[in-house]
């Protein structure tokens, strides 16, 4: 099993954006998100304040960095990467009078970039650098001699996974199931949530990095490869609660979630557990959960719209009368970023197409008690759906006991 894309990969993406560029008249392709750059080039890097460019035209793939990615840019794990600009720090540090350096604002360094390209019309996923960590900078039309069109063409193609991704995606879903196993066996009472969350994903990642040995290929920086987390007791009635300074109790709710990064790929877990035996309420509010959730796998399909999905979910808790206890829809797409277009939702006009991969994770929410939510990844294929999470869903294989 693969554990990152090979070249080929890009080099087939960065084909088909020269088609797109051709087929709407522009010169170059120039793209400013980290999660796009590493998309169509492979080139992954820690997006800061320093603007990172990417600039594909029909027979050259440049990019210009702050000096501080300049050797990772310009070594051969991105043969994609023809030629590389530097600049060497931002914000407002030009290199001052020393030689070594070369003395180009980023903006300069794009611009120069640019130029050197020879193009006129751009399309840019945004119009220069977008604020991040402080950032603040010229439009790409402000800074260069180019006509600017946004476009979200990565995004977009990012919708469709090739048989590749998937095979990433399968792997990381075995290594977040495993993570999900520790904490399972770590939770008990008296114990800190942070404590259980990170004592699990530390002995996860360190499997999988035994496991995978030299094979493995980072995209983190310090993290864990492998991770899982929770939320208990009250928490749980927020879909976002934040991990607070808590111990677990006998007959707390959890929520949990795991997942593991490989070669860039995500996937998503989620369960529903118990500290202890449940109680009848607790039982029935689980049951009528994991039904919707049932309800939202077997409906999914190519050829189905997202909408559908959705509202055949929504159908099923006004039934049961717990409807004004959902706060989110059933789910999302996902792949090197936990979210990613398009939507389960009601108001999606998507349809399900062979290549798309999503979480299916209908929830209910009951104010200052408890949430319930499972969360799968399902990969759409042409015969139906794979579900590639499998730590098991029924009520019984989620109460923990100690």
Known sequence: MLTQLPTGEFEARIEAARDELSAAGHDALCLFSATSVEWLSGFHHLQTERPVCLAVTDDAVEVSVPRLEADRAESEEFPTIEQVHVYYDYPGNDGGDYPVHNGRTPEEAIAAMLDGLGVERVAADSDGAPGYWGYSGPSLAELADVEVETVDWVTEWRKEKSAIEFDLMRHSAMWGNLAHRYLAEYAEPGKHELWVAKRASLDASMSMLDALGERYESHLRGGFPAGCGFLSGENTALPHGLTVNRRLREGDVLVTGASANVGGYKSELERTMFMGEPTGTQRNRFEIMLESQSIALEKSGPGVPCADVDQAVHDYLHEQGVLENAQHHTGHNLGME????????????????????????????????AGYRHSDTILITEDGTEQITFYPRDLESNIIHW
């Open 338 to 369: 936990a979210h990613e277009r398009e939507f389960i939702d009601r108001g999606s006009d998507e349809v399900m197409q062979p290549g798309h991969a999503y979480s299916i994770e209908p929830g209910i929410y009951f104010p200052d008690d």
